[in-house]
């Protein structure tokens, strides 16, 4: 995601209403804020309903946008925070017994190891998305998705070993960007 190309979307959203610029911001944006939703919520279908909620804010906020200094972290932060809204939500609608609750931990994260946790995934995801496309999508399905090196180069129609190099490239430079 490139600032020049989502501060063009945010202008032409603001400006002429346009649904195609509203379309490509998505475009460029859905991946990003799918695996922040994802990475709090850990539920496919409950990540995706949670950015296409974020989609719309956004659609109903962009005569704001443009002014909005750092659009990355602002999603960013409109992300997480209706990720943590949706499982307060989930989590008062369920009805657990006793069986079903998990065993008290002796210790609870502090709010200062939590604000840092959050704050190496936000670093996390910005290195991700500056990765190369396939770098990135091989990054993705074998460390994230789980998938084999063999089942990665098949669907991406390229050799096993071009499937270990890329992920090593993807490994090098997100060191290089998180250890920053």
């Known amino acids: ?53 974020v989609f719309m804010r956004l659609w109903e906020q962009r005569a704001k946008l443009p002014e909005v200094k750092n659009i990355e972290d602002y999603c960013f932060i409109l992300t997480k925070n209706a990720s943590l809204n949706y499982l307060e939500k989930e989590n008062r609608h369920a009805t657990l017994s006793t069986e079903q609750l998990p065993e008290p931990t002796d210790r609870a994260d502090s709010p200062e190891d939590t ?29 994230e998705e789980k998938q084999s090196y063999a089942q990665v180069a098949e669907e991406l129609d390229i050799s096993v070993k071009t499937v270990d190099a890329q992920l090593q490239k993807a490994v090098t430079r997100l060191k290089e960007s998180l250890l920053v």
């Not at 379309?23 to 460029?28: E, T, V």
């Not at 190369?132 to 999508?137: A, I, L, M, S, T």
Request: proline residues 1%.
């Open 1 to 53: 995601m490139t600032e020049q190309e989502v501060r063009r979307y945010l202008r032409q959203m603001k400006e002429e209403n346009s649904e195609q610029a509203f379309h490509g911001f998505y475009d460029l944006c859905y991946d990003r804020l799918f695996r922040i939703a994802y990475y709090f919520v850990k539920h496919e279908e409950w990540a995706q309903e949670i950015v296409l909620d």
């Open 115 to 143: 604000l840092i946790s959050e704050e190496l995934f936000a670093r996390y995801v910005k290195a991700l998305d500056r990765l190369p496309e396939r770098c990135r999508e091989v990054f993705i399905r074998i460390r």
